[in-house]
C-alpha cells in the first residue's frame, strides 16, 4: 500500500523556520495537502494544492512541492505553532488516500 | 456555518457491530464528496473511506474492506459508516470529514466520535 514518510520531530526556537517534509512516490502526480493537530482538536487544513493557502491561516505557512518531496514551511515560528503537523495525499490513481505518519513541532 | 457532527461511537465487544452517522449542515451537502478518517489514542490520522457526492463511488483503506461500510443520504444530510467485524485495532476517534470543491483538500472536520472496541 501506499505510504507517505514524514521526520517523527522537528524543533525550532521561535522566530526561526521550521521545514517538515514529506515523501511518497505519488507526490509528482497528486497534490498534497498539510493539517494542523492540536491536543484534543480536529485537525485544521493549512496547506492545499501543494502550496495554497486558506483564507485565515497566517502568512508564515508556505508549501512547496520538488519531484517526490513536498515542504511544509512555517516561517518566524510562533508558540501557538506547537502542534503536530500531518501530510495527505493520494495514490497514482487518485482512488485510495494516504496521510503521513505526522511530526511533531516543538517549539524551544 | 458549516457543521459536520458524528455520532454512534461507543463500547463494542470485537466481532460486533455499530454504524456511526455525521450529520451535516451549513453547506449544500449532495455537492460534497466525503471522508471518515480514524485516529487510534496518541496515534496518527489514517484515512479510511470515501464516497462521493451522490454516494455511487467508494474506496476503502485496505485495513478495513470487506468489514466498513460508508454511506450517506443526501436528502437527510447524513454521512454513515457501517463497521462489521470490529477488531481492538480499529479503536480510534472516528472523524467525518468535507472534502472541498476543486482539489481543495479536506476543508471541514467533525469532533469525533470514540470508538472502543474491548471485552
Known amino acids: 500500500s501506499y505510504e507517505l514518510t514524514q521526520p517523527p520531530s522537528v524543533s525550532v526556537s521561535p522566530g526561526q523556520t521550521a521545514r517538515i517534509t514529506c515523501s511518497g512516490d505519488?507526490?509528482?502526480?497528486?497534490?498534497a495537502y498539510w493539517y494542523q493537530q492540536k491536543p484534543g482538536q480536529a485537525p485544521v487544513l493549512v496547506i492545499y494544492?501543494?502550496?495554497e493557502r486558506p483564507s485565515g491561516i497566517p502568512e508564515r505557512f508556505s508549501g512547496s512541492s520538488s519531484g517526490t518531496t513536498v515542504t511544509l514551511t512555517i516561517s518566524g515560528v510562533q508558540a501557538e505553532d506547537e502542534a503536530d503537523y500531518y501530510c495527505?495525499?493520494?495514490?497514482?490513481?487518485?482512488?485510495?488516500?494516504?496521510f503521513g505518519g505526522g511530526t511533531k513541532l516543538t517549539v524551544l | 456555518e458549516v457543521q459536520l457532527v458524528e455520532s454512534g461511537g461507543g463500547l463494542v465487544q470485537p466481532g460486533g457491530s455499530l454504524r456511526l452517522s455525521c450529520a451535516a449542515s451549513?453547506?449544500?451537502?449532495?455537492?460534497?464528496?466525503m471522508h471518515w478518517v480514524r485516529q487510534a489514542p496518541g496515534k496518527g490520522l489514517v484515512w479510511v473511506s470515501r464516497?462521493?457526492?451522490?454516494?455511487?463511488?467508494?474506496s476503502y483503506a485496505d485495513s478495513v474492506k470487506g468489514r466498513f461500510t460508508i454511506s450517506r443520504d443526501n436528502a437527510k444530510n447524513t454521512l454513515y459508516l457501517q463497521m462489521n467485524s470490529l477488531r481492538a485495532e480499529d479503536t480510534a476517534v472516528y472523524y467525518c470529514?468535507?472534502?472541498?470543491?476543486?482539489?481543495?483538500?479536506?476543508?471541514?472536520w467533525g469532533q469525533g466520535t470514540l470508538v472502543t472496541v474491548s471485552s
Open positions: 451549513g453547506f449544500t451537502f449532495s455537492s460534497y464528496w
Open positions: 464516497i462521493n457526492s451522490d454516494g455511487s463511488s467508494t
Open positions: 495527505q495525499s493520494a495514490d497514482s490513481s487518485g482512488t485510495y488516500e494516504v
Open positions: 505519488a507526490l509528482p502526480k497528486q497534490y
Open positions: 470529514a468535507r472534502r472541498g470543491i476543486a482539489a481543495a483538500g479536506i476543508d471541514y
Open positions: 494544492k501543494d502550496s
